[in-house]
Nanobody
Framework: HVQLVESGGGSVQAGGSLRPSCGAS????????MAWFRQAPGKEREGVAR????????YYTDSVKGRFTISQDSARNTVYLQMNSLKPEDIAMYYC????????????????????WGQGTQVTVS
């Protein structure tokens, strides 16, 4: 009965910003692992960022460090992905995912570790 709903994608010029959000319901949000993945056409799904909802510990893939920030509003069971300095290489469908367990310590999120997924929100950079 887990549901994840993404919103806030869109189209921006290179160098612009977006802040998609992921609202979670149907499970206990705290003390779990929430992540953002992305998948570009012809590419494998890759982990972008994740956050341990209990501790707030975050992890980012190297390509987005310094540009993207994952954050949460635990009162709303919502995770955000602030994306700054967007590049055409960031064009992808962005998916929110939940792992009903703790995040691995200081490691990149793997899709196989996450059992619940949102439907995605498209990000386009021109």
């Amino acid at each position: 009965h887990v549901q994840l709903v993404e919103s806030g994608g869109g189209s921006v010029q290179a160098g612009g910003s977006l802040r998609p959000s992921c609202g979670a319901s149907g499970y206990t949000y705290n003390r779990n692992c929430m992540a953002w993945f992305r998948q570009a056409p012809g590419k494998e799904r890759e982990g972008v960022a994740r956050i341990a909802t209990g501790s707030g510990n975050t992890y980012y893939t190297d390509s987005v460090k310094g540009r993207f920030t994952i954050s949460q509003d635990s009162a709303r069971n919502t995770v955000y992905l602030q994306m700054n300095s967007l590049k055409p290489e960031d064009i992808a469908m962005y998916y929110c995912a939940a792992r009903l367990s703790y995040c691995y310590s200081d490691s990149l999120a793997r899709a196989a570790d996450f059992g619940h997924w949102g439907q995605g929100t498209q990000v386009t950079v021109s």
